[in-house]
């Protein structure tokens, strides 16, 4: 059983950095794909970045080069560093996972856990 819980949101000013965290706290850990996603007010929960069974990974384009997704598989937590953050950043973001290898797909209905989001401002 998959239970998720995202870490390290917070207040911003644009060019700031912030690194957020989020750790399978359930009895196994068995998921294969990870993933960031984003979602505004008003908007579309929208892919930022995924890993993969093998550790490749796949970002959205509009964050390519800024944000790093990783994992650490000893502590089971997936990790996102977001460097030379924008306005346009600001938003919920959710961790998600499956136990299933999904490749690098960055599409939020193929992820089967998730969790309660942590929200990030840029101003």
């Known amino acids: 059983h998959v239970q998720l819980v995202e870490s390290g949101g917070g207040s911003v000013q644009a060019g700031g950095s912030l690194r957020l965290s989020c750790v399978d706290s359930?009895?196994?850990?068995?998921?294969?794909?990870w993933g960031w996603f984003r979602q505004a007010p008003g908007q579309e929960c929208e892919g930022v970045a995924v890993?993969?069974?093998?550790?490749?990974?796949r970002y959205a384009d509009s964050v390519k080069g800024r944000f790093t997704i990783s994992k650490d598989n000893t502590a089971k937590t997936l990790y996102l560093q977001m460097n030379s953050l924008k306005p346009e950043d600001t938003a919920m973001y959710y961790c998600a996972a499956d136990s299933r290898d999904l490749g690098l797909v960055l599409d939020k209905s193929f992820f089967t856990y998730w969790g309660p989001g942590t929200q990030v401002t840029v101003s």
């Open positions: 359930g009895y196994t850990y068995s998921s294969n794909s």
């Open positions: 890993v993969g069974k093998r550790d490749g990974t």
